[in-house]
């Protein structure tokens, strides 16, 4: 897995449970409390050790977890700037999913997210099918899209729904599009000092 997983991880765990508890995980998942260097290579079995031992500790279920994961993610500005290049509504945002592993690789070349394919069900309904090696992504996937919708302003319900395949999937419907004022967003980064 790549370090830049494991590090988001550590730093949400860190960021939203405590330093304390950040220690308590890592040791319990038999890692050094220090973290994951972002840019390296770890074996799968470690972030599986992670999570496992976070669930253990915050007694969370693991969709639960990653689906918090994924909104910590999308309210970082890197990630969100990333996120927000899709679109100027929450829906250019979704039909602008299938491009964002490119775009992704763009930043991080080596990083590895799964393949995402949207497809319009009508009335303002979608799927979007997450297919990727490992499986959890597609409940980062979700919370990623619940703090897109905030973001967007748009009210939306998300669910992941149970296959039978190795692909997740991730309903959305569309309730509103302009339900609240969104947050501020501008492509251009705001100048230094101004």
Same mark, same amino acid.
């Given at each position: ?25 890592? $040791? ?147 309730? $509103? ?8 967003? $501008?492509?251009?980064?705001? $100048?230094?000092?101004?």
């Amino acid at each position: 897995m790549h370090g830049l997983v494991n590090r988001s991880l550590q730093c949400f765990l860190r960021d939203t449970y405590g330093s304390d508890l950040w220690c308590r995980i890592a $040791e319990e998942a038999g890692i050094d409390s220090v973290g994951f260097e972002a840019l390296l290579m770890y074996d799968d079995a470690i972030t599986d050790h992670l999570i496992d031992a976070s669930i253990k500790w915050l007694g969370k279920p693991r969709d639960a977890l990653l689906e918090d994961l994924g909104i910590y993610l999308a309210r970082l500005e890197a990630p969100r700037r990333l996120l927000r290049f899709g679109g100027v509504d929450f829906v250019d945002f979704l039909q602008s999913l299938d491009e964002l592993p490119e775009r992704v690789h763009l930043a991080v070349p080596d990083l590895e997210i799964p393949e995402l394919r949207l497809s319009s069900i009508g009335g303002g309904r979608f799927t979007l099918e997450c297919k990727g090696r490992m499986p959890g992504f597609g409940s980062v996937f979700a919370g990623v899209l619940r703090a897109m919708a905030d973001d967007y302003g748009a009210l939306a319900l998300i669910d992941l729904a149970q296959t039978a395949s190795a692909s997740e999937l991730i309903q959305i419907e569309l309730l $509103e599009m302009e339900f609240a004022s969104g947050r501020h967003f $501008e492509l251009a980064l705001p $100048e230094r000092g101004a």
